[in-house]
């Protein structure tokens, strides 16, 4: 895998999507503490260990270890998970603990240890470094092979009929526990773990959701957050409506750096209104966001396509497509799907059977102003990935509820907010919706940047800011 530094103009397109991808479809409703077995039964349950210490493979400078967590932390299931936990082996570290997560959901957090301590060198002076693989995903990842070959690392790749409701079916009833609310639930038995009383915690793409949520669940567990390519706690929109009205701004954002002379977003609802392929456009544009915010050629081929030369941009959506290739190791779709689609806020209820749901959706974008989805159009807001793969995803039993809890204001501890200006994988709009929600937020648009912007932007400015304010200095 290469980073964002070793990819050329022509090549960016089509590199699977890395450190931080989408984000999308992150949304939960769950704000309630969970409960241990132990908790509800009265009695101490046993504190939560570390084990098997030894150094993590091909991560020089990092230790790996083994934490055994509850598959159910309600206790009303029984079994037990393994979590592999890295961090860095120097454990100086008068800052704390700062405990990075990683995006998706699906992407583990180990295979990335010596890349995250690479980019971010300075801004973790004083902290010990730690990540791991969430529930289902790296060597414990939710497997799904005829999903994953389907969609690979995309959240709003359309795949086959049947073959999301297939995946759920080869996972089984089990699924129900790979939620948000149960890593929540993960992360605080690793910090009792480590005797740690506060983390820092930083986040991209859902990884901000996972940290919003830790944050509600245990305000005083925490000493401060960065949230980088923001997931509002609301949860994603299953129609993408933010990221289909933010298309026009980004398209123009670029149009403008390379003085193309046209009015691009015109061009792109002249080209959905002609081919009827908003989908696999808005896909298209996704992926670019996320690994190349310049979108190399995307403006060209949008531009001949209206004028009935569509040969560039169907290169373009199949070099994406290739380029979104990837294992379940590197981000599982079976965690991925059973995460969103028991938290999605949808406008439909969990129980409800397909049909029902469709029912729903349509209703939603039938009453969505045209302004709220140009340049796209409402085919392209029902009928994307991310919608069209949790309308088949079967309800467990006994159905999920989201408890319906209203969007809550953050703790009062000091909050970074970061948004690239061209992400349309976590729209700039998500941001500012969270940051309205944090006391001690303050939000950082970067200019011209895509998604996970403090790995990813070019300008330097980014990486001193994170570093002052991670070092308390504001």
Known sequence: MRDDADVG??????????????????????????????????????????????????????TCS??????????????????????????AAPRGVLLFLT???????????????????????????????QRGTGAGALRCPALQAAAGSSDLATVPAGTVAACASRLGAARRYYSTAETVADIDELRTALGAPRLTLDGVSYGTFVAERYALAYPSHVARMVLDSVVPQAGADPLYRAALSGSSRVLRSVCAAQRCGWDPAGDLAAVVARFHDGPEVLNALVASSVVAPDYPGVLAALHAARAGRPAALQDILTSVRRGEAATSTFLSQGLHESTICLELASPWDPAQPRGQRATALTALAASTPDADLYPFDRATA????????????????????PDGSPAAPLPPVPVLLLSGERDLSTPLAWARTEAELAPQGQLLEVPA????????????DVRRRLARFLSGAQ
């Open 66 to 91: 083994t934490l055994r967590v509850p598959l159910d932390h309600a206790g009303q299931t029984g079994g037990t998970l393994a979590l592999a936990i890295g961090a860095t082996t120097a454990r």
């Open 449 to 460: 940047a895509g998604h996970s912007v403090q790995l990813r932007a070019r300008d330097p």
């Open 9 to 62: 103009p022509r090549q960016a397109i089509l590199v699977p999507i890395a450190l931080g991808l989408c984000s999308s479809g992150c949304g939960a409703h769950h704000h309630a503490t969970p409960q241990t077995a132990a908790t509800r039964a009265g009695t101490a349950a046993p504190r939560p260990l570390l084990t098997g210490a030894h150094p993590c493979p091909s991560q020089p400078g990092f």
């Open 103 to 133: 995006g998706g959901p699906g992407q583990p957090g180990i295979p990335f240890l010596t890349r995250i301590k690479k980019r971010l060198r300075a801004a973790l002076a004083g902290y010990r470094l730690l990540m791991f693989d």
């Open 382 to 401: 029902v009928h994307n990935g991310l919608a069209q793969g949790c309308l088949g995803w079967p309800p467990t039993e006994p159905p999920s509820v």
